[in-house]
C-alpha cells in the first residue's frame, strides 16, 4: 500500500492542499515578525520578547482552541479564529512601518494573534482521522506524509522570507503569513471533508478531553532535545570556526526526519505503539548524546541525519496513540496536546541549554540536553498503560 492510496481517497487532495496552504503561513510568520520587529524597533531583545509572547501564547493556547474546533466544527470555529488572526498580523505588520514603533505595541499585538492561531495542523489530523477511520494503516501513511510535509514547510518558509526581505521589508513577510492562512482555512472548510466533520449537539454530554498522558510526556522530552539541539549547533559550528555550516547540518537533521518519516510510515509495525514511540524517543536521545563526541562538522551532519531518523516517526506515532485514546468529540483537542507537548519542549530546551553553554563542556552540554527524551522513554517502564494505547500497534496491522 502506498503513500498515493492516501491521496486516492475522496476528498484528500483538496483538503489537504488547502491546509498545507494554510500552514505555510507558520513557517514564515516566525523570522518575519522577528526581521520585522528588529527593523522598526532596532533591538534585538525586543525583537526576541516579542517572538517569545507570539510563541508562548501560540503554543500553550493551542488544546483550547482545537476543542473550539471540536465542539462548533471547523467551518464554525476556523473561519472566525483565521479572520481575526490574519487582522492582527496585518495590524502587526503595519504598525512595523510606522516610524518609532512602540515595542509594547508590537507585543501586544503579537500576543493577541498568537492567542488566536487557528490550529491547522490538529484539524488536518482529525480530518485524516475522519477520511480514514475504517483503515488504521492507511491513517498511518497520512500521518507521515502529514508530518514529512510540515518538516518541508518549515524548510521552505524561511527561504520565502528569505526572498521578501531581499526585495521588501520584513513587515510584508508578516503580511503574507496572514494572506496565507486566511487563503488556506477558507479554502479547507470548504472542503467535503470539513463541512461533515462531526461536532458534539446541544443535547449531547459533555466530554471532558483527557490529556493523552504518555505521548505527551515522550514528545515533550523529544521536543527538549530537538531545541537544545538547534542551539548546541550553534555552539558546536562556532567553536569550529564555521557558523555558515549551521546551515547546512540543520538540513541535515529535517532531511533525516523527512527520510524516517516516509520509511516509517510505510512499514507495517508489529511492535506496539506505546512501546514504539518509547524505543523512537531513545533512539534520538542516544544520536543527541553520541553528536556531543562528534570531532568535526561532518561528523555532527551524520550525527544529526541519524537524530532525524526517529523525529517525524515518533510524532506520527505520537499523534495514532493521541488518535486512537481520544474520547468521542476531543479528536482535534487530543492532538493538539501532542503538538504542544513538543512545541514547549523545544522552547524549554532551547531556553535551558542556552544557560549552559559556556559554563559546562559542550559534550556534557550534549548529553544533558538527550536526558529529557531518554527518561521520557525509560518512564514507560515504570508507568503502566492504558490498553488502548498499548493496543494502537495491533489495530494498525
Known amino acids: 500500500m502506498s503513500y498515493a492510496a492516501v491521496l486516492r481517497i475522496p476528498h484528500a487532495r483538496r483538503t489537504f492542499a488547502a491546509a498545507l496552504f494554510g500552514r505555510l503561513s507558520y513557517g514564515m510568520v516566525s523570522l518575519s515578525i522577528v526581521l520585522a520587529v528588529k527593523d522598526a524597533t532596532g533591538s534585538y531583545a525586543v525583537a526576541g520578547t516579542v517572538m517569545a509572547l507570539f510563541g508562548i501564547t501560540s503554543v500553550f493556547l493551542s488544546p483550547a482552541r482545537a476543542a473550539l474546533i471540536d465542539r462548533y466544527g471547523p467551518r464554525r470555529a476556523l473561519v472566525p479564529m483565521a479572520a481575526v488572526y490574519a487582522a492582527l498580523l496585518l495590524l502587526l505588520a503595519y504598525a512595523a512601518q510606522q516610524s518609532g514603533a512602540s515595542g509594547v505595541l508590537l507585543g501586544v499585538l503579537a500576543v493577541s494573534a498568537g492567542a488566536c492561531t487557528p490550529p491547522l495542523g490538529p484539524t488536518m489530523r482529525a480530518l485524516w482521522g475522519q477520511l480514514l477511520s475504517s483503515d488504521r494503516r492507511l491513517l498511518q501513511r497520512a500521518y ?36 496565507l492562512v486566511l487563503g488556506g482555512t477558507l479554502a479547507l472548510v470548504s472542503s467535503p471533508a470539513a463541512r461533515s466533520y462531526p461536532v458534539r449537539k446541544e443535547s449531547d454530554p459533555v466530554v471532558r478531553a483527557a490529556v493523552p498522558w504518555h505521548p505527551v510526556l515522550v514528545v515533550a522530552g523529544l521536543g527538549v532535545a530537538l531545541g537544545a539541539l538547534d542551539l548546541l549547533v550553534v555552539a558546536f559550528a562556532d567553536g569550529h570556526g564555521r557558523p555558515e555550516a549551521v546551515a547546512w547540518v540543520l538540513a541535515a537533521l529535517s532531511a533525516g526526519s523527512a527520510v524516517g518519516g516516509l520509511v516509517g510510515g510505510a512499514v507495517e509495525w508489529r511492535i506496539p505503539a506505546g512501546r514504539r514511540l518509547s524505543m523512537m524517543a531513545a533512539g534520538l536521545g542516544l544520536a543527541v548524546a553520541a ?14 541525519v541519524v537524530a532525524g531518523l526517529f523525529v517525524a516517526p515518533a510524532l506520527t506515532t505520537g499523534y495514532l496513540i493521541a488518535d486512537e485514546t481520544a474520547a468521542p468529540g476531543t479528536r482535534t483537542q487530543a492532538g493538539a496536546w501532542v503538538n504542544t507537548a513538543v512545541n514547549a519542549g523545544m522552547s524549554g530546551g532551547s531556553a535551558a541549554v542556552g544557560v549552559l553553554i559556556g559554563r559546562l563542556p559542550l559534550t556534557l552540554c550534549f548529553a544533558l540536553a538527550a536526558a529529557p527524551a531518554l527518561l521520557a522513554a525509560l518512564q514507560r517502564l515504570r508507568l503502566r498503560l492504558p490498553l488502548a494505547a498499548e493496543m494502537v500497534g495491533d489495530r494498525s496491522e
Open 144 to 179: 507521515s506524509l502529514d508530518g514529512v510535509a510540515e518538516e518541508l514547510l518549515f524548510v521552505t518558509g524561511p527561504l520565502l522570507v528569505g526572498l521578501v526581505v531581499k526585495f521588501a521589508s520584513p513587515a510584508l513577510g508578516v503580511a503574507v503569513s496572514a494572506v
Open 291 to 304: 553528536a556531543g563526541f562528534a570531532p568535526n562538522l561532518w561528523v555532527l551532519g551524520a550525527a544529526a
